[in-house]
């Protein structure tokens, strides 16, 4: 059984760092892609991140790049978004997703793509 747990969000000062986690159990990380999505009240869930499976190839949405880092660490079955730089406009539910099929970086950003999700946690960023 596939499950996705996030850990680390809090309230962080605009400019802050944060570091979040996403502990995977019942698959290798390596054999799925992975994802970070997030969300704010009213809003579609928005793609931040992700990992190609296989390759390991790294691809993020444009408003993150430069400030933002996946990284995954297969002997702990975990990938992680550190978050530099933050803004306001960063503050959201962030959500941990995998699916064994979806490409990352070729397309792969519609959170329907993917079938398992952890049940998020929230960041708030503030002035």
């Known amino acids: 059984q596939v499950q996705l747990v996030e850990s680390g969000g809090r309230s962080v000062q605009a400019g802050g760092s944060l570091r979040l986690s996403c502990a995977a159990s019942?698959?290798?990380?390596?054999?799925?892609?992975m994802a970070w999505f997030r969300q704010t009240p009213g809003k579609e869930r928005e793609f931040v991140g992700g990992?190609?499976?296989?390759?390991?190839?790294?691809y993020y949405t444009d408003s993150v790049k430069g400030r933002f880092t996946i990284s995954r660490d297969n002997a702990k079955n975990t990938m992680y978004l550190q978050m530099n730089s933050l803004k306001i406009e960063d503050t959201a539910v962030y959500f941990c997703?995998?699916?064994?099929?979806?490409?990352?970086?070729?397309?792969?950003?519609?959170?329907?793509?993917?079938?398992?999700w952890g049940q998020g946690t929230q960041v708030t960023v503030s002035s």
């Open positions: 997703a995998a699916d064994r099929w979806v490409v990352v970086g070729s397309g792969g950003i519609s959170p329907g793509l993917y079938e398992h």
């Open positions: 019942g698959f290798t990380s390596g054999s799925y892609a």
């Open positions: 990992i190609r499976w296989g390759s390991g190839g790294i």
